[in-house]
């Protein structure tokens, strides 16, 4: 096994020794990880492992009992400008632009399309700005546009998870943390998501923890992948890398 390596590029998030869990359940056992500003980063394990655990534990879902969450301050800063994020409470984490993206989409069914984007930017106010992000998001999912007066409820399941993720990007977030958009969708779907995934990433600099259960097209769309086990990262690497290992696929990924 590897030792988790430390992203070259400035860290945006730096995880060190995080412990966590419910209760007097332990889920995560030392969890040390950092992701690039700019990157797309995929943490993959079986059901079980504590990926979605790590997410809630980033931004103070559940509550971490040991280590470190770090966050830089400003785009560029890198780690001289990095402050504690553990034990600060959600909203004022999603304040410093961390963006989640839970599983289920999590969208509110009985507000249309456009009340629920709007709703995404409830800690915002420059109107303005909301209103020109919002036009620009419809130009991602032009779908939504057709549906900003229908009631999310109504929607089809990959125009939800469209909608949750148009929801997050509403804050205007550096780091969105998207626990298995592919849930659920069919295969077509899944790939244009991804597409606009990958879009985003590249054309706004929005970093990304993407926690998904379809490792292929996971190690497809990110720069770096962890691979954690009963709360510990076994593996860390290069998403390119660890897709081309034939070993790694049949013993952990499973295809």
């Not at 559940?62 to 600060?88: F, P």
């Not at 989409?105 to 709703?119: A, I, M, P, Q």
């Amino acid at each position: 096994m590897n030792a988790p390596a430390v992203a070259a590029a400035p860290p945006l998030l730096d995880v060190r020794d995080l412990h966590a869990g419910y209760g007097a359940t332990r889920v995560l056992h030392g969890l040390t990880f950092s992701i690039a500003e700019g990157s797309i980063t995929t943490l993959l394990g079986a059901n079980g492992a504590g990926k979605t655990t790590t997410l809630r534990a980033l931004c103070s879902m559940v509550s971490a009992s040991q280590g470190e969450i770090r966050l830089a301050q400003g785009a560029g800063n890198g780690a001289a400008a990095m402050r504690r994020i553990d034990g600060m409470a959600t909203e004022d984490i999603v304040r410093l632009g961390v963006a989640h993206v839970p599983d289920g989409r999590g969208t509110f069914t009985h507000l249309t399309t456009e009340e629920n984007l709007v709703l995404g930017a409830y800690l915002r106010r420059d109107r303005a700005a909301v209103a020109a992000d919002m036009e620009r998001i419809y130009g991602y999912f032009p779908r939504l546009r057709e549906r900003r007066a229908q009631p999310a409820g109504l929607l089809s399941g990959g125009e939800q998870q469209m909608l949750a993720v148009s929801r997050a990007l509403m804050l205007r977030p550096r780091l969105m943390l998207l626990d298995e958009p592919s849930f659920g969708l069919a295969p077509l779907i899944v790939q244009e998501l991804f597409s606009i995934l990958r879009t985003i990433n590249r054309q706004e600099r929005v970093s990304m923890l993407l926690v998904e259960q379809n490792a292929a097209m996971a190690l497809e769309l990110a720069d770096q992948a962890w691979l954690i086990e009963t709360g510990r990262v076994v593996l860390a690497g290069a998403a390119a890398d660890i897709r081309r290992d034939d070993a790694v696929r049949r013993a952990y990924l499973g295809y």
